[in-house]
């Protein structure tokens, strides 16, 4: 499993035109300057990439197009979460007829599910397919937190193969290692804990930075496998600044206007969302522009 599942993954922004309509060019030709920055895999309909303002024939078009465009180069990760586990196993049935290699599914969010109803919930998705199901906690926007010791009784159904966690929480990841016994995947969905992560034995990263700074990610990744922990910190750094900005604007309106500055557009984000206002689109600007002068200084160290 984790030879085939592993590394940075970006978790795709949805490109959108001005009429808020899904953009599928757009869309292949950022999957095309992705793959040619080297990431593992790509993620699509996950929460940068608005799968909650999305339809369900807007989430199987945009799946459909990434399937395509790939071509098998590396594995796609279809989210297919919803609120209800019908809507959810209907998502993920959609995603194993069209060749999606593995569902991520985030869980069920605005409701507060018990234990036994999380559990209940993947049981009953991982019974409707062949795909391999990884779990998506991101308790800061959901509400609810797969703990440790849920997790540990949704592994006891062997086609759940691990979690994307966004939680932040470190003892957590973990605890989630320690619970998968290091043979099920666990990546990080934030960019301030992928060194952490990878470290204590974690798969990767899905990875919103992965949008804007395929490239940095994609190294970073490297430097961790390669033992080169100077060279990890130093790039962990560069990167920090980045997630530090989402504080800017509403969620998930950073990453598209950041993607803009570097001249990768993907769009505006859907309403209620709006663009960044003149002194926020500013101070990004300046972040942007110091991780770029940061990033190459550290490759032009490297050659030298």
């Given amino acids: 499993m984790s030879q085939n ?19 599928k060019a757009t869309l292949r030709e950022l999957i095309e300057w992705y793959l040619a920055s080297g990431v593992h895999g790509i993620s699509v309909c996950g929460s940068q990439g608005e799968f909650f303002s999305l339809n369900h024939d807007e989430q199987i078009s945009i799946i459909e197009t990434a399937v395509r465009t790939v071509d098998g180069r590396v594995p796609i990760y279809a989210g297919t979460g919803a ?7 209907q998502l993920t049935k959609a995603a194993e007829k069209i060749g999606a290699d593995i ?6 969010y605005f409701l507060s599910p018990s234990a036994d109803e999380l559990v ?12 391999p199901v990884m779990i998506y906690n991101n308790p800061p926007r959901t509400g609810v937190n797969v703990t440790p010791t849920i997790y540990r009784r949704c592994l006891e159904d062997a086609n759940v193969v691990g979690i994307k966690d966004s ?4 003892t957590q990841i973990c605890e989630y290692i320690e619970a998968g016994a290091q043979k099920k995947l666990l990546f990080a969905g934030r960019d301030t804990v992928i060194l952490s992560t990878v470290l204590h034995g974690g798969s990767g990263a899905i990875s919103p930075a992965a949008n804007v700074f395929p490239g940095l990610v994609v190294r970073l990744y490297s430097a961790i496998r390669e033992n080169n922990i100077e060279e990890a910190g130093r790039l962990h750094n560069i990167l920090l600044p980045l997630r530090k900005a989402w504080a800017l604007g509403s969620f998930p309106v950073v990453i598209k206007e950041a993607m803009s500055l570097v001249g990768r557009s993907a769009g505006p984000t859907r309403p209620p969302i709006q663009a960044l206002g003149p002194d926020a689109k500013a101070k990004l600007t300046k ?16 050659a030298a």
């Fill in 287 to 302: 972040v942007i522009t110091t991780i770029q002068a940061a990033d190459e200084a550290a490759q032009n160290n490297i």
């Fill in 167 to 170: 939680s932040g929480d470190i």
């Fill in 83 to 89: 609120v209800t586990t019908q809507e959810s196993i």
């Fill in 5 to 23: 599942f592993h590394g940075i993954i970006p978790a795709v922004a949805t490109p959108f035109d001005e009429r808020f309509a899904v953009d």
């Fill in 103 to 108: 569902s991520l599914v985030i869980t069920p």
């Fill in 120 to 131: 209940m919930h993947y049981r009953e998705i991982t019974k409707s397919t062949k795909l």
